[in-house]
């Protein structure tokens, strides 16, 4: 009787190490198929990194570098300021409605076009009506990021259309968003599936935002919003906030290939943080040793790389030491932003 217990007590033993072993398996290839070149899911809350993949590779922002715009838009121009439409910034390439020349809009109309639709006219026409030009507002979108900690960062551009020395990081971007929800008006348009605007002129524009999470049905009312951005140089790129669990959490994604592969990283990113938050899993820290055609101020080589594999579930991922402390380091001091409350003109 006692051999027959014996034997049993191994069955089950063996049966619960293969399932475990496989559900293991199962819950980790998700972040395997994660093809950004860069992305990072932080804890709102405490700043505790739950992924990140290459998160401090400078890559050009694209339109994501939106979110800093509005910031400073929104501490310098009371939203009901009108705004003319320069010959200039209709004649900046965007996607559509085309701005043109001479039309009128509020500043709040122009931030729903830039956020809501991406508008590169939107952006510059802001710029202009902050600084002159986009050269010297660009002035003020560094000094904004540097009084926020920020040091992997910097922008020439309000639109995010490419320039030389134009870069972020995934986890920097991921704090930019952080303190751009401050603005309850960011917070509001970012959130905003469709709007209908109408210029001083009488033209009306009904613009759709470019965010498909937030009608995405798998996801419910989970999705807070967030921005989008592509350029050849940048691919594909997101950062957005959801709650879950009564947390936020923060995805920014980098260097996606397509706008389809971007969808699918972020919902993975989403499954994976949840098994994070639920104790399933532990949080990935990867450094991978990437070749891509991107601009950075640094390529990772193997030298700087342990011969450690990440939890031995992929070849080509490697764990650098030195970086994993330096990341898990900044994420004890999270939000690097200073803690003075930022109050917008809403």
């Known amino acids: 009787m006692n051999n027959i217990l014996r ?15 496989l559900s ?22 405490t700043g505790k990194i739950l992924f990140a993949k290459n998160p401090h590779l400078k890559i050009p ?15 310098r121009l009371p939203l009901s300021k009108m705004i003319v439409i320069s010959k ?6 965007s996607v559509s409605p085309e701005l043109y020349e001479g039309e009128i809009y509020t500043v709040r109309d122009l ?4 956020l809501m ?6 952006a510059v026409a802001l710029a202009e009506a902050v600084a002159g030009s986009e050269e010297n507002f660009s002035v003020l979108m560094n000094k904004k ?38 603005y309850p008006l960011i917070k509001e348009i970012i959130n905003t599936p469709i709007k209908t605007i109408i210029s001083e002129n009488g033209r009306v524009l009904i613009i759709e935002n470019t965010n498909k999470l937030l009608d995405d049905p798998e996801l419910g009312n989970h999705i807070l919003g967030g921005k989008t951005g592509f350029t050849r140089a940048s691919k594909h790129c997101l950062v957005n906030g959801v709650f879950l669990q009564n947390k936020l959490l923060i995805i920014s994604i980098l260097g996606s290939p397509s706008r389809q592969s971007l969808w699918k990283d972020a919902k993975n ?9 639920n104790n399933k899993i532990t949080p990935i820290y990867m450094t991978t040793v990437t070749s891509t055609n991107i601009l950075v101020s640094k390529k990772l080589s193997s030298k700087n790389c342990s011969k450690r594999y990440v939890k031995k579930y992929h070849k080509k991922f490697y764990v650098s030491k030195k970086n994993h402390k330096r990341i898990v380091k900044k994420s004890k001091k999270f939000p690097l932003a200073k803690t003075n409350k930022i109050r917008s003109k809403s």
């Open 111 to 114: 931030l729903y076009l830039m």
């Open 269 to 277: 990113l989403i499954d994976f943080a949840k098994l994070v938050i």
């Open 7 to 21: 034997y049993l007590f191994l069955f089950f033993l063996f049966y619960f190490f293969i399932n475990s072993s």
């Open 117 to 122: 639709k991406s508008s590169n006219q939107a």
């Open 24 to 45: 293991k398996a199962e819950i980790t290839s998700n972040f395997e198929n994660i093809e950004a070149i860069s992305a990072v899911v932080l804890d709102g809350s």
């Open 61 to 75: 922002p694209a339109s994501t570098v939106k979110l800093v715009t509005a910031m400073v838009v929104l501490d």
């Open 145 to 182: 990021i540097y009084s926020l900690g920020l040091r992997n960062s910097h922008f020439v551009t309000s639109s995010g259309l490419p320039a030389s020395n134009q870069y972020t990081t995934s986890y920097e971007l991921a704090i930019i968003f952080y303190e751009a929800l401050k």
């Open 88 to 93: 200039n910034a209709s004649q900046t390439p």
